[in-house]
């Protein structure tokens, strides 16, 4: 099947998910979409959240998907369950792949879980960890700073470094933590920041990898891999509704989607 992979974030970080996802599945096609004109979603009601997610994947069903994956946290967390019912395609969140790779990880049981303010509320992490390990410790942290940061395109490191340390510091209360979520797709972005804070005892992961493992895993499942070798079709197409600025800004510095097909897009 060579319909392409829809990718969903609320803007530009979901690039870290798809620069994975095109890693791990090169003779794939993919066509993300961020809605960076009404980012973030994470300090929102959750009936918008809701409101912007339906209105994006609407739009990316213009292009005839084969699967949806939700490179948003906060999305994941109040719309996941809502897309799986509704949508003909599988669809896939960022937040059981986070929680397993964390399980993988951890040796003292005790995993802290930062993102916005919507995903630590909903506690959509700590029920995943502890369905699959109920002896977990887990603590979440809300780091609403972040996001507006990294959509800002480039900042100043030291900066950015004390927004971190000042987000960060009641983890400073919790010693026993080994392993550390970055439960929004933004965070890998300022990952090296945030495990400088943290320090090097704490391993700091984000879902990226593992959600990666199990898109590869659904494809296989449903037969629903590209057959074709076309190597001319394998740039992705990246679609914002806010400026193209800072999506080439962190593109052209971070991923290696040198050649990708951008646009700026109106949800109607």
Request: with cysteine.
């Amino acid at each position: 099947m060579n319909q392409p992979i829809g990718v969903i974030d609320s803007g530009v970080g979901g690039l870290t998910v798809l620069h994975e996802l095109k890693r791990q599945l090169p003779k794939e096609r993919f066509v993300y979409l961020g809605d960076t004109l009404r980012c973030p979603y994470g300090s929102k009601e959750k009936e918008e959240v809701e409101q912007f997610t339906w209105d994006i994947v609407h739009y990316l069903l213009k292009f005839d998907i084969k699967m949806l994956v939700i490179a948003c946290n906060t999305a994941t967390a109040i719309v996941l369950e809502q897309l799986k019912q509704t949508l003909p395609i599988p669809v896939i969140g960022v937040i059981a792949p986070g929680a397993r790779a964390a399980i993988k990880a951890t040796q003292t049981n005790h995993v802290a879980i930062i993102g916005t303010q919507n995903t630590i509320d909903s506690q959509a992490y700590e029920k995943e960890l502890l369905s699959i390990k109920p002896d977990l410790e887990t603590y979440g942290v809300a780091c609403p700073k972040f996001v507006p940061l990294i959509e800002g395109g480039t900042f100043d490191r030291y900066d950015a470094y004390h927004i971190v340390e000042d987000s960060l510091i009641e983890l400073k209360e919790f010693p026993t933590i080994d392993t550390l979520i970055l439960g929004c797709t933004h965070y890998p972005i300022i990952q090296s920041i945030i495990e400088e804070v943290v320090g090097g005892q704490i391993t700091v992961l984000s879902s990226a990898l593992e959600t990666g493992f199990e898109v590869s895993s659904v494809l296989t499942y449903h037969s629903m891999q590209a057959t074709d070798d076309n190597i001319d079709r394998q740039d992705p197409i990246i679609l914002t509704t806010g400026s193209l600025h800072t999506f080439h800004q962190i593109k052209e510095e971070l991923f290696q989607f040198k050649s990708a097909q951008m646009a700026h897009i109106t949800l109607t």
